[in-house]
């Protein structure tokens, strides 16, 4: 098997479980710095990158802001790319991943999870720039929906699938699983990162491994976070954990699926 | 156009056709709607049939008589009365998220431990929390039921575009897996109370509407002619969409002439 030259990591339930590092994690990954290249990929819509660093710090782990890739960060490469002026329709708190983008006479919007955005001027605002101004559709992810202390709370999918049945436009989705988010985690470790050389570790089976195998990686589940028994059959590669993930990698026993 | 079949009944759209809205008022009257209304009152038989669910059809009667449009209440139908009457006949226990104008309708209809969630509320009375509430009491039932006064995907103020009942359907149907009711047009359903209301066969029947797949192609699919008005939502890219209305004209009014004209033929 060739050996492995980067290597992408998933952080809640992978790194760490809320405030708690995942024992000998922060060791783990100091090792593997030794051997690839490192990056830290999260599906967000609200976290800023300065938010998630500061958690991961207090975590005990040596990782410098840039080198943590979010759904937001993702989001950001592409209204670069596409010289979008966004609508945004986003929880105050992401917004300083988003700073000197101008936003003035918007031709794209973007939506992530902002609760108290969902209500009917500001549909009809981002359905008119749509249907009107052909403004493009960007979701953060698609998430149906999320739990929170006080009960189940609609996940930004559902606004999403509310303008594109209104405008019968399809949304772009720019987190994780999509394609586009690995390769452009991929690309800030270099322009030539060969696929099947890269690994992304985390405890998704849909989302991290299954994204990740779909563009051609290779991908370690591991047994923490939201891991569910059943899982492990999906993939060939299951670790116990990140530590685990960790040595198989140095001792290059990551199999392609 | 010498001949082609008879015309004995008209179903007309409201908005759109009759007048166009404007937020937080009455709107405005389209040229020569009024005339029109008259014309066919006198000379023919006419019901409207309107999507709308922000007020009774009292209140949908006295603001288009405010706007010198002689519609009688009594010829009203609009989907709130008919989703109520479908809950009672089907002894559903409705959440309801409407407009307080239409709550009158679900008077004495058992409101506890739903069972289905009634939506038809847009505009300003839609909130969040409202539609979470909705969400979260669909995702609790074993087979979520969403029945949604229309299923538009916009409708036409004066200001542009407003996103539409339709919308926060889909929203809620992707998130919860729902299934969906649509009792508005263009559910069979809905168009069988404008039949039986002007009591007649579909055949002898042309529904007049700004809305291309809605009120043209749903009137179509029941077996009655779709007439395409350039008022309200219409659209010049209506033309490459994949339903052909029987007649197209300027407004309602040239539609009544045209075939009023041709002796009721159409």
């Known amino acids: ?257 | 156009m010498s001949n082609g079949r008879a015309v004995n009944g008209f179903l007309l759209d409201i908005t759109g056709v009759l007048y166009n809205s404007i937020y937080k008022s009455d709107g405005v009257a389209i040229a020569k709607s009024a005339e029109a209304v008259d014309f066919l009152y006198q000379h023919s038989k006419v019901k409207f049939l309107s999507n709308a669910k922000g007020n009774s059809n009292r209140n949908v009667a006295r603001r288009l008589q405010r706007l010198g449009i002689n519609v009688r209440e009594e010829d009203v139908i609009t989907p709130a009365p008919v989703v109520a009457q479908y809950c009672r006949e089907n002894k559903l226990r409705p959440h309801l998220f409407v407009r307080d104008d239409v709550l009158e309708y679900f008077d004495g209809i058992d409101t506890s431990s739903p069972n289905c969630v009634v939506m038809g509320e847009v505009e300003e009375g839609f909130s969040f929390d409202r539609i979470n509430r909705a969400f979260r009491i669909l995702i609790d039932m074993p087979k979520p039921l969403l029945i949604t006064m229309g299923n538009g995907k916009f409708f036409q103020r004066v200001d542009g575009p407003c996103i539409d009942v339709g919308a926060f359907a889909a929203a809620l149907k992707f998130s919860t897996n729902c299934e969906v009711l649509n009792i508005g047009k263009p559910s069979r359903f809905y168009f069988e109370q404008g039949m039986n209301a002007l009591g007649m066969k579909p055949e002898e029947i042309v529904m007049v509407g700004d809305d291309l797949m809605s009120d043209v192609g749903g009137a179509q699919a029941c077996g009655m002619r779709g007439i395409q008005v350039r008022t309200g939502k219409w659209r010049p890219d209506f033309e490459k969409m994949p339903v052909t209305p029987d007649l197209t004209a300027d407004c309602l009014y040239d539609a009544v002439k045209l075939i009023a004209d041709n002796g009721f033929r159409l």
Do not use: W
């Not at chain 1, 790194?15 to 994690?25: F, T, Y």
């Not at chain 1, 990954?29 to 991961?56: A, D, G, I, P």
């Not at chain 1, 000197?100 to 209500?119: H, R, Y």
């Not at chain 1, 290779?218 to 923490?224: D, G, P």
């Open chain 1, 1 to 257: 098997m060739s050996k492995i030259s980067a290597v992408l990591i998933d952080l809640s339930g992978t790194l760490h479980i809320e405030e708690l590092a995942i024992p000998g994690a922060q060791a783990a990954l100091e090792l593997l710095r030794q051997h690839v290249q490192v990056k830290f990929v999260t599906n967000t819509t609200k976290e800023s990158q300065n938010l998630l660093h500061q958690r991961l710090k207090s975590c005990g782990f040596q990782i410098e802001k840039h080198e943590i890739f979010t759904s937001l960060s993702a989001a950001r490469d592409l209204i670069l790319k596409n010289q979008y002026r966004p609508y945004f329709i986003l929880d105050d708190k992401a917004m300083e991943d988003f700073e000197g983008i101008s936003t003035e006479d918007p031709n794209a919007v973007v939506i992530g999870l902002a609760p108290e955005k969902f209500n009917d001027g500001i549909m009809t605002e981002a359905f008119r720039l749509i249907k009107e101004k052909n403004a493009s559709l960007i979701a953060i992810h698609k998430g149906r929906y999320y739990q929170k202390k006080d009960g189940l709370h609609l996940g930004p999918g559902a606004y999403v699938a509310g303008l594109e049945y209104a405008t019968g436009v399809e949304a772009k989705v720019v987190g994780k699983p999509e394609k586009l988010f690995f390769e452009s985690a991929l690309k800030t470790l270099g322009e030539n990162i060969d696929f099947s050389n890269a690994v992304m570790i985390g405890d998704d089976v849909n989302d991290d491994a299954l994204g990740a195998i779909k563009v051609g990686m290779r991908a370690i589940l591991v047994k923490t976070g939201k891991f569910r028994s059943g899982d492990e059959l999906k993939v060939k590669n299951v670790a116990n954990s990140f530590v685990d993930a960790v040595d198989m990698i140095i001792e290059n026993k990551v199999e392609n699926d």
